[in-house]
């Protein structure tokens, strides 16, 4: 069974145990402990805190509750690691790069990134010939690009040992098949620096940092320390890099950082903003049915306007993200609120959907022994699978 299916199985155990009407205060704690997060401004430190001390005090819970009686370390583990997931799949747009200077220092990163990939080569990291496996490198950048897919601190961190494991059996491959001794991290680590440049994978400080506060530090050691570890160094040298770091003459070095910087100006200024060229095809257009069309489209849709309804791929560029990133929270805020909506529209009138509070989607009210109860108790359970599942 592969680790993704051993997930799954470990999630779902957790939810069928939380339909459970015994799982009242352990619901109550973890509705309690979502909803606290609210009232608080966002300090990343501080909430790496509070989340590590709820875990650890779950864990107890947990451990000592009539559910789990009997439970083996195993299934324990599995409990922690469902409570792990959902919980920070629900905070996830409030720890996530929650901070200015996050988001500033991913796009530093992918920015100098983007001008070490038009010329840095395996030669300038001294990786050997033997090492140099473009098949083994692509499937390990794949595996570190997959990493902004999820939103639970542990499948982000699998992201990362993947692409280690890779690398990895690269290098154990390479020893056996070539006859020569490699010197572990000295060769493992410029390796890694290579596939990360080159994988360019979005929000790395973020995802490092995201991973380093909310992961379970019991579960943050071994080989998942070694592997994330290696990454946040890989890191730090990229930020650090200059022509000292590589093996390259410091004014080759220079040049070519220079003419990275002027093609990718160039390109900027060959591509007109987006929404100035919407504007000027709409005036060229006039007043015609297309324009009229597109225009009520975007009126009526909440008072926003979405001028990116008719651009091209190639007319966008760095500075449209920001703008593209508002309008996609917009839709998917209007589309959750209508789902919302819709899922408590009372299909009879026995009794009315009871009230939650902003930001919990999920109901975590532990049922009564009634037939109405009993159908929240499931919804909770059900609701959690579906989110999980699609996250």
């Known amino acids: 069974m592969d680790s993704a299916s051993i997930q799954s199985v470990t999630f779902f155990d957790f939810l069928d145990r939380m339909r459970n009407p015994a799982s009242l205060d352990l619901v109550r704690s973890i509705k309690s402990f979502i909803v606290s997060f609210s009232f608080y401004t966002a300090n990343p430190e501080n909430d790496g805190k509070k989340v590590q001390d709820f875990f650890f005090t779950m864990e107890a819970a947990i451990r000592d509750h009539p559910l ?6 195993e299934e324990i583990d599995s409990a922690m690691e469902g409570l792990e997931k959902y919980v920070m799949t629900k905070l996830f747009t409030r720890t996530f790069a929650p901070l200015p200077e996050d988001v500033k220092i991913d796009q530093e990163i992918s920015e100098k990134i ?7 080569r395996p030669e300038h990291l001294d990786i050997p010939a033997v090492l140099q496996n473009e098949a083994s490198w692509l499937l390990a950048e794949k595996e570190l690009q997959k990493i902004n897919a999820f939103k639970a601190p542990r499948e982000k961190l699998l992201c990362i040992m993947n692409c280690c494991r890779v690398i990895n059996n690269l290098l154990l491959n390479a020893s056996m098949s070539e006859n020569v001794v490699l010197a572990g991290a000295d060769d493992f680590l410029p390796v890694l620096i290579y596939v990360v440049i080159k994988a360019n994978p979005p929000q790395l400080h973020s995802n490092l940092k995201f991973i380093q506060l909310y992961r379970r530090q019991t579960k943050l050691v071994s080989e998942a320390a070694y592997y994330f570890t290696n ?3 890989a890191k730090s040298f990229i930020v650090d890099l200059n022509a000292k770091s590589l093996s390259i003459e410091e ?5 070519n950082m220079q003419a990275a910087r002027l093609a990718n100006k160039v390109a900027r200024v060959e591509v007109s903003p987006t929404t100035h060229n919407i504007k000027a095809s709409r005036a060229e ?3 015609g049915p297309s324009g009229r069309i597109h225009d009520n489209e975007t009126n009526t849709s909440g008072g926003s306007s979405y001028p990116y309804m008719e651009a091209e791929a190639g007319e966008l560029t760095v500075g449209d993200v920001e703008r593209l990133l508002s309008l996609y929270k917009d839709v998917v805020t209007k589309y959750t609120g209508l789902c919302r909506a ?5 299909v009879t009138k026995k ?6 509070l902003e930001g919990t ?28 599942k699609n996250n």
């Open 285 to 287: 257009r006039g007043p």
């Open 361 to 388: 989607d999920v109901m975590l009210i532990q049922p009564a022994e009634t037939s109405t109860s009993m159908d929240s108790q499931k919804s909770f359970a059900e609701s959690f699978a579906r989110e999980s």
């Open 68 to 73: 789990w009686d009997g439970a083996s370390i």
């Open 231 to 233: 990454l946040v160094s």
């Open 114 to 120: 983007c001008l070490l990939q038009t010329f840095l």
């Open 251 to 255: 004014i080759k070095f220079e040049e």
């Open 342 to 346: 819709v899922r408590h529209v009372p």
């Open 351 to 356: 009794v009315p959907p009871a009230p939650h």
